[in-house]
T-cell receptor, first 115, second 118 residues
Framework: DTEVTQTPKHLVMGMTNKKSLKCEQH?????MYWYKQKAKKPPELMFVYSYEKLSINESVPSRFSPECPNSSLLNLHLHALQPEDSALYLC??????????????FGSGTRLTVV | AQKVTQAQTEISVVEKEDVTLDCVYETRDTTYYLFWYKQPPSGELVFLIRRNSFDEQNEISGRYSWNFQKSTSSFNFTITASQVVDSAVYFCALSEAGRGSTLGRLYFGRGTQLTVWP
């Protein structure tokens, strides 16, 4: 299995809703990432987990709450989002934080629309 | 300062033309990795190539080739005999291996939208 699987592929949520994005990989990678990508922009790093511990938080608002329950799974919990949070959310993984061998593998993303 | 610069925002070519996408990077680390990703309209980032800073050998993979030159801090990508299916946004990216605070960060350029017309 050489994939990063993200669910759901599309999500529409209201500003008062609570939802979660899920990311899963079974490549034995120990670093996992969340990126946010707005239209016609490059991906922007949000969070980095290394060995299930949060190692980088790019000053992301608290309405985004990451969780890494185990080495294969990464969640992003969403609460009280704003319309400007609508974007493509990409998950990625790598063997370690230094991409010496396998580089980064990205999932196909979740397109989030906040209404 | 932008660590990765892709000066070409949009490029349009006609099928079978060759096209080169430029990428210039900036880093003080001696160990780093450079990447190219393709992003079709579906959104997935498709990995194309990874190069480490100690390997300046150019690479060819089918119609794709990459020219890595440390002297000019460039990592350019050429598509030979372009096809309509090559239409996508292409991102160049940099990862630094030498500093704790930057470990794991992937710095993306702004991307180049390539459109190949039939």
């Amino acid at each position: 299995d050489t994939e990063v699987t993200q669910t759901p592929k599309h999500l529409v949520m209201g500003m008062t809703n609570k939802k979660s994005l899920k990311c899963e990989q079974h490549m034995g990678h120990r670093a996992m990432y969340w990126y946010k990508q707005k239209a016609k922009k490059p991906p922007e790093l949000m969070f980095v987990y290394s060995y299930e511990k949060l190692s980088i938080n790019e000053s992301v608002p608290s309405r985004f709450s990451p969780e890494c329950p185990n080495s294969s799974l990464l969640n992003l919990h969403l609460h009280a989002l704003q319309p400007e949070d609508s974007a493509l959310y990409l998950c990625a993984s790598s063997q370690g934080r230094v991409p010496g061998h396998g580089g980064y593998t990205f999932g196909s993303g979740t397109r989030l629309t906040v209404v | 300062a932008q660590k990765v610069t892709q000066a070409q925002t949009e490029i349009s070519v006609v099928e079978k033309e060759d096209v080169t996408l430029d990428c210039v990077y900036e880093t003080r680390d001696t160990t780093y990795y450079l990447f190219w990703y393709k992003q079709p309209p579906s959104g997935e980032l498709v990995f194309l190539i990874r190069r480490n800073s100690f390997d300046e050998q150019n690479e060819i993979s089918g119609r794709y080739s990459w020219n890595f030159q440390k002297s000019t801090s460039s990592f350019n990508f050429t598509i030979t005999a372009s096809q309509v299916v090559d239409s996508a946004v292409y991102f160049c990216a940099l990862s630094e291996a030498g500093r704790g605070s930057t470990l794991g960060r992937l710095y993306f350029g702004r991307g180049t939208q390539l459109t190949v017309w039939p």
